[in-house]
């Protein structure tokens, strides 16, 4: 079985930062891409930032200059979200996602149970 758990996600003033960390771990094959997504209360799950298994990244506009996605492509599996900079439109359940193999045959979309961060005005 695949799991992916998040941490690092809390109670932040505005201007503020966080990091949070996603650790993927079971029988795993390879990682392609991983990324944050985040689900705002009433509002859909939007993409925050991806990195591939090269370290390309790609974030949306809405946290450009203020983010930064790493992944650690040793064993532990691990990608960081470095969060400056904070506002309260961040605020939100931010998910980890993992397009990932476990058999080196296909490739799946894996999701973790998400970390709350709340920015205060």
């Known amino acids: 079985q695949v799991q992916l758990v998040e941490s690092g996600g809390g109670l932040v003033q505005a201007g503020g930062s966080l990091r949070l960390s996603c650790t993927a771990s079971?029988?795993?094959?390879?990682?392609?891409?991983m990324g944050w997504y985040r689900q705002a209360p009433g509002k859909q799950r939007e993409l925050v930032a991806t990195v591939t298994a090269g370290s390309s990244t790609n974030y949306a506009d809405s946290v450009k200059g203020r983010f930064t996605i790493s992944r650690d492509n040793s064993a532990k599996n691990t990608m960081y979200l470095q969060m400056n900079s904070l506002k309260p439109d961040d605020t939100a359940v931010y998910y980890c996602?993992?397009?990932?193999?476990?058999?080196?045959?296909?490739?799946?979309?894996?999701w973790g149970q998400g970390t709350q961060v709340t920015v205060s005005s």
């Open positions: 996602n993992a397009y990932l193999s476990t058999d080196w045959r296909a490739l799946q979309y894996y």
């Open positions: 079971g029988n795993i094959v390879s990682i392609s891409v």
